[in-house]
């Protein structure tokens, strides 16, 4: 399974750009890089998934390397309620048998 | 509403109490998951069922005990259990088969032993 490695917070203020990088060097041919959003009390929600090179959608980016050895989730013009914890996980989700693990995530603290 | 509905929202329950908790999706998925969240702890993916059959059981304590009678419908029954048992915990479905897709999480169950 591949292990991964996010910084445990970042601070930002509203408007600004973010960048939240994930590193995973020991990531399989068949993986996939997903990234959630989770708020407290409540269960993580999808904010968009990669397996190479760049993806948008209308929330956020992912960008993925060649090597794939890790992926920046790209956060545009971030407001208080991007307030959250982010996880990034990596693996095969066709395979339910693979027991995906989430690491610890990132706390993003938007200030005003 | 995510398509993954958990209830109740809130427990409290006593150390000798049985309850259960309940997960429905109509995402048409046919994976379901169990994961505890702890305070300030990483998600711990608890139990795993694939086409209704239980694939792992991520060494769980027995008095946690789950239930898939159905792929759109899953059980978390409780019964005595501690205070350190105190957590959230979160129901997740997903698509078996295909590479992409990802996890769809129900709002979860604040779970309080006392």
């Known amino acids: 399974l591949a292990k991964t490695t996010q910084p445990i917070s970042m601070d930002s203020y509203e408007g600004q750009e973010v960048n939240i990088t994930c590193s995973h060097n020991?990531?399989?041919?068949?993986?996939?890089i997903t990234w959630y959003q989770q708020f407290p009390s409540q269960g993580p929600r999808f904010i968009i998934q990669g397996y190479k090179t760049k993806v948008t959608n209308e929330v956020a980016s992912l960008f993925i390397p060649a090597d794939r050895k890790s992926s920046t989730l790209s956060l545009p013009r971030v407001s208080l309620s991007d307030t959250a914890v982010y996880y990034c996980?990596?693996?095969?989700?066709?395979?339910?048998?693979?027991?995906?693990?989430f690491g610890g995530g990132t706390r993003l603290m938007v200030k005003p | 509403e995510t398509g993954v509905t958990q209830t109740p929202r809130h427990l409290v329950m006593g150390m000798t109490n049985k309850k259960s908790l309940k997960c429905e999706q109509h995402?048409?998925?046919?994976?379901m998951y169990w994961y505890k969240q702890s305070a300030k702890k990483p998600l711990e993916l608890m139990f795993v069922?694939?086409?209704?059959?239980?694939?792992e059981n991520n060494s769980v304590p027995s008095r946690f005990s789950p239930e898939c009678p159905n792929s759109s419908h899953l059980f978390l029954h409780l019964h005595t259990l501690q205070p350190e048992d105190s957590a959230l915990y979160l129901c997740a479905s997903s698509q078996e088969g295909t590479g992409d897709g990802g996890y769809t999480f129900g709002s979860g169950t604040r779970l309080t032993v006392v």
């Open positions: 996980l990596v693996g095969d989700m066709g395979n339910a048998g693979n027991m995906l693990t």
């Open positions: 995402l048409g998925h046919n994976a």
């Open positions: 069922y694939n086409f209704k059959e239980q694939t």
């Open positions: 020991n990531i399989a041919t068949n993986d996939y």
